[in-house]
C-alpha cells in the first residue's frame, strides 16, 4: 500500500472511532502497527493516528470495565434497576 | 563455376538445415501406433508441402533470401525479433527449404524425411512428457491448497459446533457432572410447519418439504436478481445490498445467539455493554469486510457470518433442513454446471468484463479457478501472502466469479502488501473466498502474481491474485429464519463469495481456490443439525462433509474449471448423519452399557454411562 492510502485509511478509523466505536480504533491499530514497525520512513501522522488509536481504545477499554465492574458488584443493591437487567436471574 | 558454387552453398545450406536438425535420436522403442499414426501423417504433409511446385528462382535471388534468412535467424535467435520480422523469416525458410528440396535426388529426399521424422518425434515426446509434468504439479499444487481451503471450512465448522452444543437446553436430571459443555436438551424453535415430522408422518413430511422449496425458491430468485444487478452494472445497489445484509446477519443473528446465551446460563448482562458490544461487532464487521481492513479480521468476521447464519438456520425442522439441503445440492449443480445456470453466467460475465465481485460474497479461499493461473494462497509465511481467506458473508450469496481489477485489488491491501509495496514484492498471495453456496470454482489467472490460496475474503483483502480478476460471486442471500418469533429475513443467499485476498494475509488473488461464502453454511449447517443429537452423529458427519471437499478439490484439479463445492459433500453428510444417528448412538450404547446398581448409587460414585449424550460417555 501506497503511504498515502495508508494515510487515509487510518485517518478515517480514527475519526470514525470517536463514534462510540472502540473496536475500529483497535482494529485500527492491528492492521497498521506491524506496517509501522517494518516500514520506518512513514510519515508523523500515521505514527499519531495509530498511537491515539490504540491509546483511545485501551481507555475505552478501562471505562468499560469499570462499569461492568460496578455493575455486577451493585446490581443486587440496585433492586430497581432491573431495567438494566437482561436476563432473568433467578435468584433475584 | 558460379553454378558449382551454388550447388555447394545449396549443399551447405542443406547440410545446414539438416545439421540443425539432425538429431541422433533413434528409435529406441517402438513407436506406439498413435504417435505413429501422427508422425506418419506430419510426414506426409511435410512432403505434399515440399514437393509442391514453385517457382524457379535464380541464384541471385536464392542468396539473397538465404542472406535474409540468415539475418533473421540471428534476429531470432537474439530474441529481439518482431512478428513481422518472424513471418518473413518462415517464408524464407520455406521457400529455402522447399528449393532445396527439390534439388536433392530422391535418396536425400528419403533421408531427410527420414530426419524431420524423428526430430518430430522427439518432439512429441517430450511434450507428453511435459504433461504429465504439469498434471503432477498441478495435483500438488492442489494438494497443498487443500489444507489451506480446510482450514477456515474446519473452524467454520468447530463454531457452529460449538454455538449449537452451547445452547441446547440441559437436561438437568441425567447428567451429574459436567465436563462438556454439551448441555443437553433441545433447542429447536419453532418450525414453520409445526409439527416435527418423527418416523412417516407424511402430512408433516410434505409440510417440511414445502417449506424447503419455499427457500430453495427464494434462493433461486436471490440469484437470479443479483445475477441481473451485476449484469447492469448497478454496484452501488449491489454494494448497498450486501452491506445492508451484512450488518443484519451480524446484528441480529448475533443479537440472537448472544441473548440465548445469556439466557441460557444467567449472566447478568446490562443493555449499555450489549448495545455497545453489538454496534461494534456489526459495524466493525461492515467495515472491515466491504473496505479495508487486516484480512485475519476479515477472514474472521466471514466465518462468524457463516457460522452464525448456520446457527440460525439449524431452528428450521428437522426433515425441513434435510430436505432443503437435497434440494440445494441439486441447485447448485443445476446453477453451477448447466449453461444456463446463474452462477455460471455471473462467473464468465465477471470473467469477462472484468469486474469484481464484491468482497462480501466471496471468501477468497476461492475455488473458482477462472483462468489458467491458479493462485493459491497459502499463509502468508509459506508464500508471500498469507492466505486470507476471506469470508464473505454469511447470507448465502451467489457469488459469480469476478475478476478483479488491480486498482481495486490494491485498494484492499493487506499489512503485508502494506509492506510488501514498500519493498517492491510482488503479491504472493491473493486469496478470495469465495463464498458461493454451491460452487468451487478454479480461477486461474495469469497473473504474475504468486499462487495464492484464493481464500477471498470479502473486499477487505485486496486481491493481489491478479492483476487480477477478483472474482467476487454475488450471491443471494437468501436466510430464512423460522424461529420462534417468526420473524422472517429474507436474506440472499451466497452462492459463493470469493474473497479475493491479496498480499500475504488474506487478500488473495484470484488465483487460488475460491469457496463460496455459501457453501461454508451449509456445510455448517448440515453439521450443525447434527450436533443437535450426539458427538458421534457429529463427528461422522464433519469428517464425512470434509471428505466430500477434498473429493470435490481433487475433481477441481482434474477437470479445471468452476464445479459446485455443495453436492458430494452435502451427499456424504446425509449418509453418514442417517448412519450415525440411526444406528451408531444405539451401538455405542449397547457396547458400553453396565448394569447400574440403583440403590448404591448415592453412597459411592460409580461408572455411570449416560446414553444421553450420545457417546457412552462415563461420568463418576
Request: hydrophobic residues 40%.
Amino acid at each position: 500500500m501506497s503511504e498515502q492510502e495508508i494515510l487515509s485509511i487510518s485517518k478515517k478509523m480514527f475519526y470514525g472511532g470517536f463514534v462510540f466505536l472502540p473496536w475500529l480504533w483497535l482494529v485500527n491499530w492491528i492492521y497498521f502497527n506491524p506496517v509501522l514497525k517494518q516500514r520506518p520512513g512513514l510519515s508523523k501522522k500515521i505514527h499519531f493516528y495509530v498511537k491515539w488509536s490504540f491509546i483511545g481504545a485501551s481507555v475505552w477499554a478501562v471505562l468499560l470495565a469499570i462499569w461492568i465492574i460496578i455493575f455486577q458488584t451493585n446490581r443486587i443493591k440496585w433492586g430497581y434497576k432491573i431495567d438494566g437487567f437482561y436476563v432473568y436471574v433467578p435468584k433475584g | 563455376m558460379n553454378n558449382n558454387e551454388n550447388r555447394n552453398n545449396n549443399n551447405n545450406n542443406n547440410n545446414n538445415i539438416y545439421s540443425n536438425q539432425n538429431e541422433a535420436s533413434t528409435s529406441t522403442s517402438e513407436e506406439d501406433p498413435k504417435l505413429k499414426q501422427e508422425l506418419d501423417e506430419y510426414i506426409r504433409n511435410q512432403k505434399e508441402l515440399l514437393s509442391s511446385p514453385m517457382d524457379d528462382i535464380s541464384q541471385e535471388e536464392y542468396s539473397k533470401i538465404l542472406k535474409e534468412y540468415r539475418a533473421l535467424f540471428n534476429l531470432y535467435r537474439q530474441k529481439q525479433i518482431t512478428p513481422e520480422q518472424k513471418i518473413t523469416l518462415n517464408e524464407h525458410h520455406q521457400i529455402l527449404v522447399k528449393y532445396q528440396y527439390q534439388h536433392l535426388n530422391p535418396e536425400q529426399q528419403q533421408n531427410y524425411l527420414l530426419q524431420q521424422r524423428e526430430q518430430a518425434k522427439i518432439r512429441k515426446i517430450k511434450e507428453q512428457q511435459q504433461k504429465k509434468k504439469d498434471m503432477y504439479d498441478n495435483l500438488r499444487y492442489y494438494a497443498k491448497e487443500i489444507s489451506s481451503i480446510i482450514r477456515p471450512v474446519i473452524l467454520c465448522i468447530c463454531l457452529s459446533i460449538l454455538w449449537v452444543k452451547l445452547t441446547r437446553q440441559v437436561d438437568t436430571s441425567l447428567i451429574t457432572s459436567t465436563d462438556i459443555d454439551i448441555i443437553g436438551g433441545s433447542n429447536s424453535s419453532g418450525n414453520q410447519d409445526g409439527d416435527e415430522a418423527e418416523g412417516f408422518n407424511f402430512k408433516g413430511l410434505l409440510n417440511s418439504f414445502l417449506n424447503a422449496g419455499l427457500i430453495i425458491g427464494n434462493i433461486v430468485i436471490a440469484t437470479f436478481v443479483i445475477l441481473l444487478l451485476f449484469k447492469f452494472n448497478c454496484s452501488k445497489v449491489l454494494y448497498g445490498l450486501f452491506m445492508f445484509t451484512v450488518f443484519m446477519l451480524i446484528g441480529i443473528f448475533g443479537y440472537n445467539l448472544l441473548s440465548t446465551l445469556i439466557y441460557i446460563y444467567n449472566i447478568p448482562m446490562d443493555w449499555i455493554t450489549l448495545i455497545i458490544f453489538m454496534f461494534n461487532l456489526s459495524i466493525v464487521g461492515v467495515i472491515v469486510i466491504f473496505w479495508k481492513g487486516p484480512s485475519k479480521i476479515q477472514q474472521g468476521y466471514l466465518i462468524l457470518m457463516s457460522s452464525l447464519m448456520a446457527f440460525s438456520l439449524t431452528g428450521l425442522a428437522d426433515w425441513t433442513t434435510w430436505i432443503l439441503l437435497a434440494l440445494l445440492a441439486c441447485w447448485d449443480l443445476i446453477a453451477v454446471l448447466c449453461p444456463f445456470g446463474p452462477l455460471k453466467m455471473l462467473v464468465e460475465h465477471s470473467d469477462n468484463n472484468k469486474q469484481m465481485i464484491p468482497q462480501a460474497l466471496i471468501y477468497s479461499t476461492m475455488i473458482w479457478m477462472m483462468a489458467k493461473d491458479v493462485r493459491i494462497n497459502i499463509d502468508g509465511n509459506s508464500k508471500n501472502k498469507d492466505d486470507g481467506e476471506i469470508y464473505e458473508l454469511n447470507e448465502l450469496k451467489q457469488v459469480s466469479s469476478i475478476q478483479i481489477d488491480e486498482s481495486e485489488a490494491s485498494s484492499q491491501g493487506s499489512t503485508q502488501e502494506l509492506i510488501d509495496s514498500n519493498q517492491r514484492n510482488s503479491y504472493k498471495e491473493d486469496y478470495k473466498i469465495n463464498i458461493k453456496d454451491n460452487t468451487i470454482r478454479e480461477v486461474n489467472e495469469d497473473d504474475q502474481q504468486e499462487e495464492k490460496i484464493s481464500y477471498n475474503k470479502q473486499k477487505a483483502k485486496q486481491d493481489d491474485d491478479d492483476d487480477d480478476i477478483d472474482n467476487d460471486d454475488t450471491s443471494e442471500k437468501q436466510s430464512l429464519t423460522n424461529r420462534k418469533n417468526s420473524i422472517k429475513h429474507n436474506s440472499e443467499q451466497q452462492d459463493g463469495i470469493r474473497e479475493e485476498e491479496e498480499s500475504n494475509k488474506d487478500e488473495g488473488e484470484d488465483e487460488g481456490l475460491k469457496l463460496g461464502l455459501g457453501d461454508f453454511v451449509f456445510y455448517s449447517v448440515l453439521i450443525a443439525r447434527a450436533a443437535m443429537h450426539d458427538w458421534i452423529t457429529t463427528f461422522a458427519c464433519a469428517i464425512a462433509v470434509l471428505f466430500g471437499l477434498t473429493v470435490t478439490i481433487f475433481l477441481l484439479s482434474i477437470y479445471q474449471k468452476a464445479l459446485p463445492a455443495l453436492p458430494i459433500s452435502i451427499v456424504f453428510g446425509i449418509i453418514f448423519y442417517v448412519i450415525s444417528s440411526f444406528m451408531l448412538g444405539s451401538l455405542m450404547e449397547y457396547l458400553t452399557r453396565i448394569p447400574v446398581v440403583e440403590n448404591n448409587m448415592k453412597n459411592y460414585s460409580d461408572l455411570k454411562l449416560d446414553y444421553n449424550n450420545g457417546c457412552s460417555f462415563v461420568y463418576l
